[in-house]
């Protein structure tokens, strides 16, 4: 470590040839998630986001993805050492969440257990306490390493699209874009164990505490940006792809009573803007963009842009997925 503090890192080549850099090194005391000092800035890129490349521009898909399945077996947390730097600094400048904050974060070993922790006191009620749900919620995510993953990659993705989440902790504590995702990866395990009368009864207490409404059957990839959350409501055979971005007030619903396979599938790196409503078995492409307010009712092609009710195909995204810029309106015709 050098006398500055700074983060160092090892510079290695991935498999795809480009370089990428695997932090040896720790994060500073009193650092964030990916600064250091300024005679440092720049020269490296953070722990965090060479670890989590996926959400580094001009990084490849398939090294991204290479890299995001190893980030549990990696040496080291950047995520977590970020949060705890955070907690303890915020700590110093508001005495009053001193106390928050230590029960929240600080008085934990690991990011699963503080997320268990918060998420437990916001979901409990009389009937179901918060130290019943702490020991689930701990069983569910130590027990199962595509959670401990998608917790970490869902936490960049808010860190890196949304603007007003300028810290890793600001995810974990405040945003109920976060917690309701990861309440729901929660319920969906114990759907796919079997326990579905638990899983519904977490259903229905994440849609009145968080007014979001996802389906524990539904299968969400990993790195999802939930942008406010506010009545986003998603269906029971909905499938939504890795990096995918959804905005508030967003549907993914059937059309009607049918059995069966009725809710669509968003492909991966899809935007899907402010009270979008796409219904039925119906696929939007990869890297498509869904415009604010469209109703979409038939599919949607890879890399487009549709907008309107019903929703008509107005041109072509490029080819960087619109998921990671958050660029709303840019289209070529």
Not at 45 to 70: D, L
Not at 118 to 124: D, H, K, P, T, W
Not at 201 to 214: G, H, K, M
Not at 237 to 243: D, E, F, K, L, P
């Amino acid at each position: 470590m050098t006398s500055c503090g700074c983060l160092v890192l090892e510079k290695v080549e991935d498999h795809g040839g480009e370089a990428a850099g695997r932090g040896r090194g720790r994060l500073a005391q009193g650092g964030g998630g990916g600064g250091g000092c300024g005679s440092c800035a720049g020269e490296w890129r953070s722990r965090s986001e060479t670890m989590f490349p996926i959400y580094v521009m001009g990084s490849s898909r398939a090294s991204s993805a290479a890299a995001a399945r190893g980030i549990v077996d990696a040496a080291g947390d950047p995520i977590w050492e970020a949060v705890k730097s955070e907690a303890k600094s915020e700590a110093e400048k508001e005495p009053i969440l001193s106390s928050f904050l230590y029960a929240s974060v600080l008085s934990h070993d690991c990011l699963e257990r503080a997320l268990s922790f918060v998420l437990a006191n916001r979901l409990e009620d009389p009937t179901l306490l918060a130290t019943q749900l702490i020991d689930i919620f701990n069983d569910v995510m130590m027990n199962n390493k595509d959670i401990r993953r998608s917790i970490r990659l869902d936490a960049q993705a808010f860190k890196d699209r949304d603007p007003a989440c300028a810290q890793y902790s600001w995810a974990l504590l405040y945003l109920k874009g976060y917690h309701s995702v990861q309440s729901y990866r929660i319920a969906h395990v114990l759907w796919n164990q079997g326990r579905k009368v638990l899983a519904l009864a977490l259903q229905s207490r994440i849609s009145e505490v968080f007014a979001v409404d996802i389906h524990p059957a539904a299968r969400i990839g990993e790195g999802i940006l939930l942008d406010h959350g506010t009545g986003l409501v998603i269906g029971e055979t909905a499938i939504v792809g890795n990096w995918v971005s959804l905005m508030q007030g967003v549907t993914l619903g059937g059309t009607g009573k049918e059995n069966g396979d009725r809710h669509p599938k968003i492909g991966q790196g899809a935007l899907l803007g402010a009270g979008a409503t796409i219904l039925g078995n119906i696929n939007v492409g990869e890297g498509a963009m869904i415009a604010a307010g469209s109703l979409v009712l038939k599919d949607v092609p890879p890399h487009s842009m549709a907008v309107g009710n019903p929703a008509k195909v107005v041109g072509y995204k490029d080819k960087e997925d619109p998921s990671l810029t958050m660029k709303h309106g840019s289209v070529v015709k």
